[in-house]
């Protein structure tokens, strides 16, 4: 089988392409490189002996995306590309609006063209909004507070209203909680351009000396230390979930949401702690002002997900933490 993954040059796509084409699917790749280092297809061959077809093409660039469809024969497609920073989203609304509306509606319209009629869909755990009381579930109401998070309710409800109307078509809508860690080879991982605004590669950059210290953002939580607890979840056992996802597909028609986390909050303290005790490395903090639109607690109720698509997360956060620091251990050592 044949898979389209947009976005696939990216931190949870790159990790999704590695499961694909160690699973004996075939891979190609739909990414612009804005937002992920051009050397990220080699690294996925150098992990899987395989290299995977890579169209470096904006997804919103209708012509370009038929040549992709035209010139293979896609039997379904998971959609990573997008914008994908909340506080950027805020500054630049109607960029995250067009970016993020468009790849998709370019997409489904080239899709339907061609008779593709599945699709795995990177959403987020932002969709619960800060109405909904954690472990969320996936029949709560959505919302979000701010743009990047409204283009994932949006697109939601984009599938939902195109599975209804196409009785043949599945999508698999995955809620991602906050995805960490890296591949044990040490060759891909969450490397943003510039300053992180996560905390696992803001924690992993200290740790190396690229920065000087990390700041916590508040310890006022009502929350057992005083800092906001999220799911963390190891970005591979989030990239097995899209095989689980595509067997679903493959199944069932409609849109289905699902929550791919563990189920459990940590806290920031609790997640430095534990890099710091892993990797026998120091991490530099202080504490200061919440940053705006955090909420104290967000982590997930997975059993959808563990029960419909016989999906668990299965690494600890210990080697969520270990296996941060190998990327970064191995990113200094390329120079
Ligand atoms: C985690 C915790 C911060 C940096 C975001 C997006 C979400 C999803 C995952 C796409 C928070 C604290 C962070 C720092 C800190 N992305 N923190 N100092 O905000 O839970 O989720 O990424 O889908 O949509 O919102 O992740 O890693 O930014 O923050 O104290 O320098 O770490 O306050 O409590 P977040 P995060």
């Known amino acids: 089988m044949t898979i389209l993954v947009t976005g696939g040059a990216g931190y949870i796509g790159s990790h999704t392409c590695v499961e694909l084409l160690q699973n004996g699917y075939d891979v190609i790749i739909a990414d612009n490189f804005d937002n992920s280092s ?32 035209t010139e293979n024969a896609i039997d379904a497609v998971i959609h990573f590309a997008g914008l994908k920073a909340v506080g950027e989203s805020c500054r630049i609304p109607l960029r995250y609006y067009r970016n993020n509306l468009d790849t998709t509606l370019t997409l489904l319209e080239t899709m339907e063209r061609h008779g ?12 619960y909004g800060p109405k909904n009381g954690c472990p969320y579930t996936e029949d709560m109401d959505t919302s979000a507070t701010n743009p990047y998070g409204w283009t994932k309710v949006m697109i939601e409800q984009i599938l939902r209203d195109y599975c209804a109307a196409n009785s043949g078509f599945s999508a698999v809508l995955l809620r991602y909680f906050n995805p960490i860690g890296a591949h044990a080879s040490g060759l891909l991982g969450d490397d943003p351009n510039g300053i992180p605004n996560n905390l696992m590669p803001y924690v992993a950059r200290v740790a190396a000396g690229q920065l000087p210290k990390l700041t916590v953002f508040g310890n006022d939580y009502p929350t057992r230390d005083g800092t906001c607890l999220r799911d963390y979840l190891h970005v591979v056992d989030l990239a097995k979930g899209h095989l689980s996802a595509l067997e679903y597909a493959a199944a069932h028609t409609g849109a289905e949401a699902f929550n791919l986390g563990t189920g459990d ?9 534990a890099f710091r005790k ?9 504490i200061g002002d919440r940053r705006d639109g955090d909420l104290a607690e967000v982590y997930a109720n997975p059993t959808r997900a563990n029960d419909a698509l016989h999906w668990r997360a299965e690494k600890s956060v210990d080697d969520m933490c270990r296996d941060a620091w190998h990327f970064i251990q191995t990113r200094v050592a390329e120079g």
């Open 265 to 273: 909050g940590v806290s920031v303290l609790e997640l430095v702690h």
């Open 38 to 69: 051009p050397d990220v297809p080699e690294r996925i061959a150098r992990i899987t002996g395989k290299t995977p077809k890579v169209y470096a093409i904006d997804v919103s660039d209708g012509p370009a995306l038929e040549r992709v469809f």
């Open 278 to 286: 892993v990797n026998g490395v120091e991490v530099p903090y202080v």
């Open 116 to 127: 593709c009629a599945r699709i795995v869909f990177s959403s987020s755990a932002t969709v």
